[in-house]
């Protein structure tokens, strides 16, 4: 059965960081692709990050660029966000989901809340 | 950025009658169109791709239509688990890839 399960999130200061794990199993972790999606509470969802199976590609939407980077773990099946310089805008729902393109498996989500 | 407008924003339906939600995007995308469902506290489901392939597990009463811009949900003899959010995506031209911003299925 294909899990993945976030964690790490909570009360992040403006300006402050968090990191955001996602652990997988029940997949060839190293075939895929690994996205982030996130939705503010009672909002649409938007795309954040995306990362290649093997790394070496990573694609952002503009909002994070050069704030969250996104990587992966296939010693431990995980991808990771780490997320600095937070904003007000940042506070949402976070889900981390398997492929790229379209997405086939989800998270349970964790909420990511900026305030001072 | 490719835009995705899906209308209406809310579709009232009585139980066992058929849905058709729409998704237009802001220039082609070709078949490269997802459609998910996702319900109150729950992450999204992942229903059709490729604007007409059914993901797994789906039962046959969803269905996806489209090509190009515009794209159809039709959801036929809706059940009582039906009534959800149902969000349109598009995945043609990316970064980023983008969502619509919802359609609502409540019961009439």
């Known amino acids: 059965e294909v899990q993945l399960v976030e964690s790490g999130g909570g009360l992040g200061q403006p300006g402050g960081s968090l990191r955001l794990s996602c652990a997988t199993s029940g997949f060839t972790f190293s075939w895929y692709w690994m996205t982030w999606v996130r939705q503010i509470p009672g909002k649409g969802l938007e795309w954040v990050a995306t990362i290649k199976e093997d790394g070496s590609e990573e694609y952002y939407v503009d909002s994070v660029k050069g704030r969250f980077t996104i990587s992966r773990d296939s010693a431990k099946n995980s991808v990771s966000l780490q997320m600095n310089s937070l904003r007000a805008e940042d506070t949402a729902v976070y889900y981390c989901?398997?492929?790229?393109?379209?997405?086939?498996?989800w998270g349970q989500g964790i909420l990511v809340t900026v305030s001072s | 950025e490719i835009v995705m407008t899906q209308s209406p924003a809310t579709l009232s339906v009585s139980p066992g009658e058929s849905a058709t939600l729409s998704c237009r995007a802001s220039q082609s995308v070709s078949d490269n169109v997802a459609w998910y469902q996702q319900k109150p506290g729950q992450a999204p489901r992942l229903l059709i791709y490729?604007?007409?392939a059914g993901a797994t597990g789906i039962p046959a009463r969803f269905s996806g239509s489209g090509f190009g811009t515009e794209f159809t949900l039709t959801i036929s003899s809706l059940q009582s688990e039906d009534f959800a959010i149902y969000y349109c995506q598009q995945y043609d031209s990316w970064p980023p890839i983008t969502f619509g911003q919802g359609t609502r299925l409540d019961i009439k």
């Open positions: 989901a398997r492929n790229q393109l379209f997405f086939d498996y």
């Open positions: 490729a604007a007409s």
